[in-house]
Every structure is written in C-alpha cells, then in structure tokens.
C-alpha cells in the first residue's frame, strides 16, 4: 500500500479503563491535531498503578506484540506509518521487540518520526529506604543505524546496573 500523504502514527503504549494515561491520553489530543492514529495497548489496566486498591488486567509480552504488528506487516500497511510513539517499557524483551518494529517500519518508510532517544525505566524498586534499578538506559540510534544500549541521561550515578 503507498502512502497516502496523511500522518499516520502507530502509537504502542498503556491503556486503563479508568482515568488517562499511555494511549488513553494520547490518542484523542493527536486526533485533535490531525493525526490518524493506530494504537496497540501494551497494557490494559482497570486503573493505573497508584491507587491503593491496585489494578486489575492484561500486559502484552512481546510474542504477542511481535504477532499483532505481524498483521499489520502481512497486509502491507507498515508504509502507512509517518510516526512511531511509545511510551513505558516494562521489560528488556519488550523493548528489543519495539527495537525490532522501528527497523521494520524505517525500511518501510526511511523518513519515519521516532525520537532520538527512548528513555525507559525499567524495575525500580525501593529497597531499605533507597531506589535501586535493575536496569536504566536509553536505547537510541548507533552508528549506520543499528540500535545501541547506554546509560539514561540523568541515571543516578549510585544506582547499580545490571544485565538487561
């Protein structure tokens, strides 16, 4: 399928049912802007993770990623794509499947919009009244455009890092 000249963004992020955050909030306000957008729910929430009851739902593993964005790669609409949107990462599989979706859609489209860097938080936990992380970086674009891991901006230099 050849592009249409629209923006079209394929947006991968959170949903909840209650209350706007990943795609709930995004959706709507790039719409508003004149953005057709395509979104596949990493996670779908009753609510998000703050509230003292908790949450009930789904999170979307990165097999069931790779197999939803296979459809949309058998029906040839990846060079529909101008723009690329995530938001929170939950685990380092996930992320190199998202790694793997921005390859797929640049060959589709070379002039695709993706950020420069995709800053991702991943397992903070608050241990003995200080945060230790199992892992913080960003991933961004390397040299001859193959993705590389380093160290987030802004990532506590006292924080360990371990093996993603």
């Not at 936990?125 to 961004?140: D, E, G, P, V, Y």
């Amino acid at each position: 399928m050849a592009p249409t000249g629209i923006n079209r963004v394929l947006s991968i992020q959170s949903h909840v049912v209650h209350g706007y955050v990943g795609n709930k909030s995004a959706v709507f306000p790039l719409q508003v802007l004149g953005f057709e957008v395509d979104n596949i729910n990493s996670v779908q929430f009753s609510n998000h993770t703050g509230y003292s009851g908790g949450f009930k739902g789904q999170v979307l593993n990165e097999n069931q990623l790779a197999e939803v964005f296979s459809g949309l790669e058998a029906n040839d609409l990846l060079p529909l794509y101008t723009h690329l949107l995530t938001g929170y990462v939950g685990n380092p599989a996930f992320l190199r499947e998202i790694a793997n979706i921005v390859k797929k859609l640049r060959s589709a489209n070379p002039a695709l919009v993706y950020g420069k860097f995709v800053i991702c938080l991943f397992l903070i936990t608050l241990q003995q009244s200080h945060l230790s992380a199992n892992c913080i970086f960003s991933l961004r674009p390397g040299h001859g455009r193959r993705w590389r891991y380093v160290r987030a901006q802004g990532a506590a230099a006292h924080l360990p890092r371990r093996n993603c």
